[in-house]
């Protein structure tokens, strides 16, 4: 690679806690913590892959067999685990960071990033995959509109701010290294 994240080097003090992503549906939290994470060279996980390989079904057929209260629960235990684990990059499921458990989990063993965008990103981004049981079936830009309002007050609580454009995910990814090395000195 060439450019910026050349001379972007991460400070070795990244490398001993667990860098978590957190924001709404669409923000581009896998994407980019995949892309962090090899800047970082530190392992990559995706909540929502792991509670769907721990209940054995996708995310959107846990939530029509089972409701959200229940996905919830799974979702506690599987966080709870993953941050029990050597330090790594870690994409959160939306919802995950307005659970209080989980935020305080979060907030005592990681470092948390909050991932921004404006509406019209996220309805486009949302709009190209039908996964989201959040949005099955309803107005994606009514859902994303109530879900930024209820969810917006617990990623202000996060310790990294990062906007989000559309345009490569790697500058997202770089903009977030930048932060990251700004937080820990």
Not at 101 to 111: D, P, S, V
Not at 145 to 154: A, D
């Amino acid at each position: 690679m060439t450019g910026k994240s050349e001379k972007l080097q991460p400070d070795a003090t990244l490398s001993d806690r667990t860098i978590v992503l957190v924001g709404i549906m669409g923000v581009g939290k896998t994407t980019v913590g995949r892309r962090l994470a090899t800047l970082l060279k530190m392992p990559f996980y995706d909540a929502d892959a792991e509670i769907e390989q721990a209940a054995g079904m996708p995310v959107a057929e846990f939530f029509d067999r089972y409701g959200e209260k229940e996905f919830r629960k799974g979702e506690r235990r599987v966080m709870s685990r993953l941050l029990d684990q050597e330090p790594h990059v870690l994409a959160t499921g939306g919802g995950a960071f307005a659970d209080e458990t989980i935020r305080n989990l979060i907030q005592e063993k990681a470092i948390s990033v909050w991932l921004q965008a404006d509406l019209e990103v996220l309805i486009e981004r949302t709009s190209r995959r039908d996964t989201r049981p959040l949005l099955k079936g309803k107005n994606p830009e009514e859902v994303l509109k109530r879900l930024l309002k209820e969810r917006t007050p617990f990623y202000e609580q996060a310790d990294i701010h990062i906007a989000c454009k559309n345009g490569p995910h790697m500058r997202t990814a770089e903009k977030i290294l930048q932060s990251l090395n700004d937080f820990v000195h």
